[in-house]
């Protein structure tokens, strides 16, 4: 491992899936895992962590990363799939309490999505080698889209006419969110300590969790990469800081808790 800083969750599965229902966007409720279940195994046996961004979906396979986008206000946030469920009716996944922050899902608890498949297990991303697939063009960006079979809908909620009339005709194009982010990336000496927010596996998480800290702490920020170069995997631990002392970091520890980061804690940044 080489760590550096710079200032930035049982069931079996199904047995037999076909290639479609691997790649097709699926439309419905998603909520959020309590914070009593940290800790718990999940259906994949790994223990459920509220500050990883992982999800349970009822098929796709363990490992699986999708993007579940809110359809209100368009937020997504990339997770993991390790655990099965969730086995109600309308509702297409669970997600962890890091991922519920990132898109705003705390207060409302419920909300619908759209969930997509990033990546496979495997490291393959879907569509690349799919028949009957249109190639949806945005900007330079290009994705593939299958047109058969339609886009899964679960929810039992009336929809309105023009969500209907969509899903009838064919797939709609597919918006995909842009912003852009002004970033000042700097060493921080390993000196001091820090409040420990959450670890991220997933690149793709790290600035909307950044942003959103950013806003309560600004300028107070901390990345530490760790890189396994071994297995090509890096690790991202988001922290507060630098402070003078451990009670100075206490002090932001508690006002963290109070804000919702209950799992975190205090680190002496001399030991990352």
């Not at 699926?26 to 279940?37: C, P, T």
């Not at 396979?61 to 099965?84: P, Y």
């Not at 109600?88 to 990132?102: F, K, L, P």
């Amino acid at each position: 491992m080489r760590p550096f800083i710079f200032t930035l969750l049982t069931l079996v599965s199904l047995s037999v899936m076909s290639a479609f229902a691997l790649i097709q966007d699926e439309i419905g409720k998603a909520s959020y895992y309590a914070d009593s279940l940290h800790g718990r195994k999940t259906a994949s046996g790994e223990p459920y962590d509220k500050n990883a961004f992982t999800c349970a979906h009822k098929t796709l396979a363990f490992g699986t990363k999708i993007r579940v986008t809110r359809l209100d206000n368009q937020k997504s946030v990339v997770v993991r799939v390790n655990d099965r469920g969730p086995f109600v009716e309308g509702y297409v996944t669970d997600i962890s309490r890091a991922a519920a922050e990132s898109i705003g899902l705390i207060r409302e608890g419920v909300t619908r999505v759209k969930i997509e498949i990033v990546e496979k297990p495997d490291g393959v991303r879907p569509g690349a080698n799919v028949e009957n697939s249109v190639k949806l063009v945005t900007g330079s960006a290009e994705t593939s889209v299958s047109t058969d079979p339609k886009p899964a809908q679960y929810s039992t909620d009336p929809q309105p006419a023009s969500t209907k009339n969509a899903v009838a005709d064919g797939p709609t194009p597919v918006k995909l969110p842009k912003e852009l982010y002004s970033i000042d990336v700097q060493r921080s000496r390993k000196e001091g300590f820090g409040v420990q927010i959450s670890t991220l596996y997933d690149a793709a998480n790290v600035i909307p969790t950044v942003k959103k800290l950013q806003q309560e702490w600004p300028k107070l920020v901390l990345v530490s990469v760790e890189s396994d170069e071994t297995y090509h995997k890096n690790t991202y631990r988001i922290l507060l800081g630098p402070f003078p002392d451990s009670k100075a970091a206490s002090i932001q520890q508690k006002a963290a808790v109070k804000k919702g980061y209950k799992g975190c804690f205090v680190v002496n940044l001399e030991d990352m």
